[in-house]
């Protein structure tokens, strides 16, 4: 027996109104993954990757269906956003195209200031920033402002930010858009061994079709429905 799902997204749908039309962006989605999974969700734009993205992360709530994390439901449509906060802080991370690191910051503080918005002592959290940045191979790089890294790097300090309070659920959003496929590959084979090693379940919205061997599933949207590949 597979084991229990972490995240399922459970026909969920979210109908934007538009003036007097209604524009229905996800339709009756259903999705679930695992610890330890990286699932890659594919499709062209307006299919609705980015919306799956934003309910299964607590960024916005669905219009009908259900999101349950580790079985428990936390988000549905009369859910305040303002109740996720939290969650989503201890239970989340976040990856997006643009690494969107604070400029007068340097990569350990970039790491750092999620750990303390969450409410970590300093001490600790400079140090896992550090270990975190040592890890991913840019320890050199450690005081350095955004400015003064390459694309790929930043891309890290973000990745390094995301897993700082130790995420069970990372989703990413287009994450190698912005790098040539050398760089895309490295980001991707991060992603790889977090699931593998970490057991982290990790969702990656993408058009990037060069690593799609190193998901374990991909699932393709069309008009707001996901089908699995």
């Known amino acids: 027996m597979s084991a229990a799902p972490l995240i399922s997204v459970s026909q969920a749908s979210k109908v934007y109104r538009i003036g007097d039309a209604q524009v229905r962006a996800l339709d009756e989605a259903s999705v679930e993954i695992r610890a330890g999974e990286l699932v890659g969700i594919l499709g062209p734009s307006g299919s609705g990757k980015t919306t799956f993205l934003m309910i299964a992360g607590l960024l916005d709530t669905p219009t009908s269906g259900r999101v349950l994390f580790n ?11 303002n109740q996720l906060r939290d969650f989503r802080r201890k239970h989340l991370g976040f990856v997006f195209q643009k690494a969107n690191l604070i400029p007068f910051l340097n990569a350990t503080q970039n790491v750092q200031i999620a ?3 969450n409410g970590a002592r300093r001490r600790y959290a400079a140090q896992r920033s550090r270990l975190l940045l040592e890890q991913f191979g840019i320890g050199n790089r450690a005081k350095n402002l955004p400015s003064q890294l390459s694309g790929g790097e930043q891309q890290r300090v973000a990745i390094a930010r995301a897993l700082a309070n130790q995420p069970e659920l990372i989703l990413a959003d287009e994450p190698t858009a912005n790098l040539d496929s050398a760089r895309g590959r ?4 991060t992603f790889r061994r977090l699931a593998d090693q970490e057991r982290i379940a990790i969702c990656v919205v ?7 061997d190193l998901f374990d599933r991909c699932i393709t949207m069309s008009d707001g429905r996901p089908t699995v590949q």
């Open 71 to 81: 079985g428990r439901v936390i988000s549905k449509p009369e859910t305040n956003l």
């Open 186 to 189: 490295q980001v991707m084979e």
């Open 206 to 212: 993408t058009h990037d079709l060069r690593c799609v």
């Open 115 to 117: 750990l303390q918005i």
